[in-house]
């Protein structure tokens, strides 16, 4: 496709569970950022990566929160025993390189109940 | 550390009405400075930036100056459509390491005709 894809656009979950949510960048973007955006706030910052490696994870919440990018393209975030307060839009943006304008995804709005 | 404070919303105006929109800044360095705007139903989409004190973004008739000696970013647009209704953020990005997004909270905009 031409934009960000994220899927899937909804997830409802039980307190405890694990998730995972797909990004997939658009095609040759090696910039890869993560956000959460809670109900009335902007965007916050979670994870970054440049190809396939971590380059900036200083905005993940806790240990429960991880994300991969095992080829440099696809990735996944993953969390677990998921909370209430994990409730949120999650948002993958991609870029040509880190100083190019980023592409959003239409984001994954996660429940937890 | 940085932020980015804006001014809070809902914003509602008469088509054709002048639109201003506050957003003034906290960070140490020289950031690029940007407004997103997201429509009902759709991802975060780039609507102008800058990256250098006195710099004017500007984009479907929407401008914004970097004011350095105040830190500020403000939106303005001389005639507001109907089709303008969003919710915009104003974001900085500090680039030191990473081209990551600080977010302000979002600034809804209602146009009535």
């Known amino acids: 496709g031409a934009g960000v894809s994220q899927t899937p656009s909804n997830k409802v979950t039980e307190k405890g569970k694990y998730v995972e949510l797909r990004c997939d960048p658009i095609s040759g973007h090696t910039a890869l950022y993560w956000y959460r955006q809670s109900l009335g706030q902007g965007p916050e910052f979670l994870i970054y990566?440049?190809?396939?490696?971590?380059?900036?994870d200083s905005g993940l919440p806790n240990d429960r929160f991880f994300a991969v990018r095992p080829e440099g393209s696809v990735s996944t975030l993953k969390i677990q025993r998921t909370e209430r307060g994990d409730s949120a839009v999650y948002l993958c943006?991609?870029?040509?390189?880190?100083?190019?304008?980023?592409?959003f995804g239409q984001g994954t709005r996660l429940t937890v109940v | 550390g940085n932020s980015v404070t804006q001014m809070e919303g809902p914003v509602t105006l008469s088509e054709e009405a002048f639109l201003t929109i506050n957003c003034t800044y906290t960070a140490t360095g020289y950031p690029s400075l940007f407004w997103y705007v997201q429509y009902p139903g759709e991802g975060l989409q780039l609507l102008l930036k800058a990256t250098k004190a006195d710099d004017k973004g500007s984009n479907k008739g929407f401008e914004a100056t970097y004011r350095k000696e105040t830190t500020s970013f403000h939106l303005e647009k001389g005639s507001v459509q109907v089709s303008d209704s969003a919710v915009y953020f104003c974001?900085?990005?500090?680039?030191?390491?990473?081209?990551?997004?600080?977010f302000g909270t979002g600034t809804r905009l209602q146009v009535f005709p």
């Open positions: 974001a900085l990005s500090d680039r030191v390491d990473t081209d990551k997004l600080i």
């Open positions: 990566f440049q190809g396939t490696g971590a380059a900036d």
């Open positions: 943006a991609s870029s040509g390189r880190a100083d190019t304008e980023a592409f």
